[in-house]
């Protein structure tokens, strides 16, 4: 029998089908997968103590008494003065104590529209004699001004400077009285028949028989509902607390002396001449109404003037924070003093 015509080639063996089907079949190695680089550690982080800030007056977008129409037989008044009676309430965060006035309104014979103005922040109660009407109320002033005792549907616009008021402001007295009439001609297109000037927080508008008795709204919110939330009490009353919670003691002079002395060591003696026939023994007294603050403290509102005080700050407490007004802050661990007052006393 003739042999299969097969060539060989040479240096190569013809393919075993079985071994090539084996090869095909077998599957192909994945590749080896890379590390997965390390996870980053988190990074540290503690609570972020924020303060937000007290909610701000809407005020008006025009200087006007939407939907109001002014009776053509109304009488305008406008009361107050540059401060009412000082009490120990902060309403705002102007710094400053807020004051109280109350007005009694006896104008039975036409109705009356008030403008009522102080430049400090200021509670105002108002209340009236059984005939009065009053149809409106413009309440201005510097800072904040509230309103208690007026009934609910009697229209009220509040324009300050601080509320950033389409008005503006004004008050009863001095510089803010020149403002009085043309606020009064903008909203209620006359100007002021008669100002009254409050006394020790008290005003009379109209001439208040002997006796009379007086209304207010039976809502009238009390004036301490109007204390700033999470605020201590202002002036010596936020002291005298801080006193009480031992945040602060009366300064002494061991204080005033370590304060002088770092003062000293960080700025240099003071360049002053010898003078002749001074006492080298005489020191400087602690200041009238200073004190030492031995924990963390938020400076009270109002201290400003007479009301103003010497703070002398423990070493590793940290700074006071708040408004300080005329006050000193003075630090005895570098001898720094921080306020207007600093150098002055």
Known sequence: MAEPNVQATAGRRAPDPAVEVATRAEPTPAPTPEPMPAAQPAEATKPFAFEAPAEADTPPTTCRIDGFVMPANAKVYAAGAYAG??????????????????????????????????????????????????????????????????????????????????????????????????????????????????????????????????????????????????????????????????????????DLRAWEAARQQNTGAPDVPRIEGASAARQQSVPYRSYTVLKAFALPAGLYGAHSATFFVAPGVPAPTGNPGHSEVRFIENGRCLGVTCGMR
């Open 85 to 254: 009676k000082e009490t120990d309430l902060q309403i705002d965060q102007s710094g400053h104590q807020a004051t109280t006035i109350q007005v009694a309104v006896h104008a039975p014979d036409a109705p009356v529209v008030l403008l009522l103005g102080a430049y400090e922040p200021t509670v105002w109660s108002v209340g009236w004699t059984r005939g009065t009407r009053i149809a409106a109320v413009l309440l201005t002033g510097y800072h904040r001004q509230q309103l208690t005792g007026l009934p609910a549907g009697v229209p009220l616009l509040v324009s300050t400077y601080d509320n950033r008021g389409p008005c503006g402001y004004a008050y009863v007295g001095g510089e803010g009285s020149v403002k009085l009439n043309p606020l009064a001609r903008e909203v209620f297109g006359r100007a002021v028949d008669v100002a009254y000037e409050a006394r020790d927080g008290r005003a009379v508008i109209g001439r208040l028989p002997p006796g009379a008795p007086l209304v207010t709204d039976a809502a009238a919110a009390p004036v301490q509902d109007f204390q700033l939330k999470g605020a201590a009490p202002a002036g010596q009353a936020g002291i005298d607390a801080a006193l009480r919670t031992g945040i602060l003691r009366p300064a002494t002079a061991a």
